[in-house]
């Protein structure tokens, strides 16, 4: 078999294009697992990656798409701070539910109480006595003098 010298000309061509191909995924899997193995192996190294990367604009960072973005990539997201604003979300996902009904609000309150004082933690429970609650008072969607009372409720200030 021959094969012509333009064909050979043609076959390199496309060796050298696979070849070029395979080196730059390589090297691209490669910054990959750098990247992997220096800011996603820790949450507060992920958290400082991401500020860094927001440096020249501060006010620009947007931290929920960090949350739902990055840190769930990272391998020990397990850590307080991910753990607290795992709550943080999950009880202001709550309070906005409740916020709007009083018989839901005071059904969900009986449940905490009770499972408060089963865990031993009956201590905890006089805060969801009615009126003095972080629920019935917590942030608001709404405006006017219930949103400042709420506002100041939150910050302990008078209202």
Known sequence: MRISKADVA????????????TLQLRREQERRERFTASVLTQPETARNWWLERHLDDLGAIDWD??????????????DAQSKAEYISRTIQHVLERLEDDPAEH????????????????????????AGETPLADGPTRHGGDEGKRRQAAETGAAA
């Open 65 to 78: 798409t960090f949350r739902e973005k990055v840190l769930p990539l990272v391998g020990a997201a397990d």
């Open 10 to 21: 043609r076959a390199q061509k496309y060796q050298d294009a696979v070849r070029e191909v």
């Open 106 to 129: 005071a059904r969900f309150a009986t449940t905490v109480r009770t499972v408060l004082e089963q865990m031993g933690w009956g201590d905890a429970a006089p805060v969801l006595t």
